[in-house]
C-alpha cells in the first residue's frame, strides 16, 4: 500500500474527527507533504462553507393543517398540485360546456347568433379577468411552486395586459428563485410579444448564470440595439462565468 | 416503559410520562405508535430543520413540501418502525423515498449557485464567495448518487454506519465511496475554474 492509498483510507475517518492518536500524526505529516492529498483535505473543509437556508418558520402550521385534512384529499393532492388540480376541474368544466355546446348545435336548428355571441364574449371577458385576478394571486405567494404556477397561468392572458406584464416582470428582477425567473422569462418572451427590452433591463438585476444564459438565448438574433449592446458586454466581462460569456457570444452571432 | 406508554393513550400523559424534551428518539416514536400526537411534534421540532436542508442541498426547489411529506409519512407508517432501530436513519429513509416518488412526478430543480447562494459579503470576500459559488456547481455537476452521498456524511451529522445502513452498503464502502467523491468533486472544480484547486 502506497502512502496516499493510506491517506485515502484514512482521511474519512479523520473526517469524523475519529483518527487514533498515531494514525492522525502520521496523516498530518503524510499531507504536509502530499500536495494532492492535502486537496482532498482542502476540499473536505470548503464544503463545510456552503451553506443553505432556513426552513420556512411557518412550516409547523402547515404539517398541522396538512394533518388536519382529510387523510386521502392530503394523500392524493399535495399542497403544490392543488393550483393544477383547481386548472384540471375548470378544463373538464369547460369541456364539457363545449361538448355540449356542439351536440346542441349538431342536433338542432341553428339558434339566432348575435345574443349568443354578446353573452359569449362577456362570458369569456369575465374568465379572462377572473384568471388575471387568479395570476396576480398566485404571483404574490410565499411558495415558490405556486408562484411557478401563477408564471404559468399567465400564458392564458393576453400579452397585452399590462398588469399581469408588470407582475411577470417584477417576478422576474426580484424573485428569490431562479425556476421562477426562468418560467417568467418563458411567459414574457412568448410568441407575439415584443419582449427584448423588458428582457434586457431585467439582466441586470441576475446573478444566476442560469438565468442568465435564458436570457442570452431569448435575444439571440435581436437586432434591437439595446440589446446587442448588451451581448456584446456580457461577452467581453470577465465578471460574468465563461459558460455566460460563452452563450452572449453566441448570442451575438445569431 | 410500556406501561407509561399505555397511560398516553389514557390521556394522563403530564402525571405518568416524562416531558417530551426529556425523551430519546425511540421512545418519541414509540409514544406517537401509542397514538400520542404530541409526539409527532416534538420529532418535526428535532428533524425539520436537518430534513428541509437535505432536500434543499439535493437542489429540490419544494423543500419545505418535501420536508412536510415526511412527517406526514411518519403518521401515516409509524406503525412499520420497529423499536431499536436508529429514528434518525429510518427518517431518512422516508426522505429518500418522499424525493424518490417527487422526482418521478416533476423534476423542478432549483440551481445550484442559488441552492449556496452566499449572502452580500464586503468586497475583500468576494474571492472566497466566487470560490464557493463555483464548489456549489461541482457539486451540482456530480452524479447523483454521489452528491447524495457527500451531503448525507458532510452535512446531515450521519455516522458511516448509519449512511451504509441507508445505502445498502457496508461501512468500509461508504468511506471508499466519500474519498472517490471528494475526488470527483476536485475535478469537477478544477474544470470550471480552468485550472484551480481548492
Known amino acids: 500500500m502506497t502512502a496516499c492509498e493510506r491517506a485515502a483510507a484514512l482521511l474519512p475517518e479523520s473526517w469524523r474527527g475519529a483518527l487514533p492518536a498515531p494514525d492522525s500524526n502520521w496523516l498530518a505529516a503524510h499531507l504536509a507533504a502530499c500536495s494532492d492529498c492535502a486537496a482532498d483535505e482542502a476540499a473536505w473543509r470548503a464544503l463545510g462553507a456552503l451553506t443553505v437556508g432556513e426552513p420556512a418558520p411557518g412550516l409547523r402550521a402547515r404539517l398541522g393543517a396538512a394533518l388536519a385534512a382529510p387523510p386521502a384529499r392530503a394523500a392524493v393532492w399535495p399542497r403544490w398540485r392543488l393550483p393544477l388540480a383547481a386548472a384540471a376541474s375548470v378544463l373538464l368544466v369547460a369541456l364539457g360546456l363545449a361538448a355540449g355546446w356542439w351536440w346542441r348545435g349538431a342536433s338542432l336548428p341553428a339558434a339566432p347568433a348575435a345574443p349568443d355571441t354578446s353573452a359569449q364574449i362577456a362570458s369569456l371577458r369575465r374568465e379572462v379577468e377572473t384568471t388575471q385576478r387568479a395570476v396576480l394571486s398566485l404571483l404574490r405567494q410565499s411558495s415558490p411552486s405556486t408562484r411557478l404556477q401563477g408564471v404559468v397561468d399567465s400564458t392564458n392572458v393576453p400579452s397585452d395586459d399590462g398588469a399581469v406584464r408588470q407582475a411577470l416582470l417584477e417576478v422576474l428582477e426580484n424573485d428569490p428563485n431562479p425556476n421562477v425567473r426562468l418560467a417568467a422569462i418563458d411567459a414574457l418572451a412568448r410568441p407575439g410579444a415584443d419582449a427584448s427590452g423588458a428582457l434586457v433591463e431585467a439582466f441586470h438585476y441576475q446573478s444566476s448564470p442560469l438565468v442568465q444564459i435564458a436570457l442570452m438565448d431569448h435575444l439571440a438574433g435581436s437586432g434591437a440595439a439595446p440589446a446587442r449592446a448588451l451581448m456584446h458586454t456580457v461577452s467581453q466581462s470577465r465578471a460574468f462565468v465563461p459558460e455566460v460569456r460563452q452563450r452572449a457570444a453566441w448570442a451575438l452571432r445569431q | ?198
Request: proline share 4%; hydrophobic share 35%.
Open chain 2, 1 to 198: 416503559m410500556a406501561g407509561a406508554i399505555e397511560g398516553s393513550v389514557e390521556g394522563t400523559i403530564t402525571r405518568e410520562i416524562p416531558p417530551m424534551e426529556g425523551l430519546d428518539d425511540d421512545l418519541c416514536l414509540r409514544r406517537l405508535q401509542a397514538g400520542d400526537s404530541a409526539a409527532l411534534g416534538e420529532l418535526f421540532e428535532r428533524y425539520h430543520r436537518a430534513l428541509f436542508q437535505f432536500f434543499t442541498r439535493l437542489g429540490e426547489a419544494h423543500a419545505d413540501d418535501l420536508a412536510q411529506e415526511v412527517f406526514v409519512r411518519v403518521l401515516k407508517y409509524g406503525h412499520s418502525y420497529r423499536p431499536g432501530t436508529r429514528v434518525r436513519t429510518w427518517l431518512y429513509t422516508i426522505a429518500r423515498n418522499v424525493r424518490h416518488t417527487h422526482r418521478h412526478r416533476q423534476r423542478a430543480e432549483v440551481a445550484w449557485d442559488e441552492v449556496y447562494a452566499p449572502s452580500y459579503s464586503p468586497p475583500d470576500e468576494a474571492d472566497a464567495n466566487q470560490q464557493r459559488r463555483y464548489l456549489a456547481l461541482a457539486l451540482g455537476r456530480l452524479p447523483e448518487d454521489k452528491r447524495e452521498l457527500l451531503v448525507l456524511c458532510r452535512y446531515q451529522e450521519l455516522d458511516y454506519a448509519e449512511v451504509a445502513t441507508l445505502l445498502g452498503c457496508s461501512v468500509g464502502a461508504v468511506k471508499v465511496r466519500v474519498h472517490r467523491a471528494v475526488r470527483e468533486l476536485r475535478q469537477q472544480y478544477f474544470e470550471l475554474t480552468q485550472g484551480g484547486s481548492l
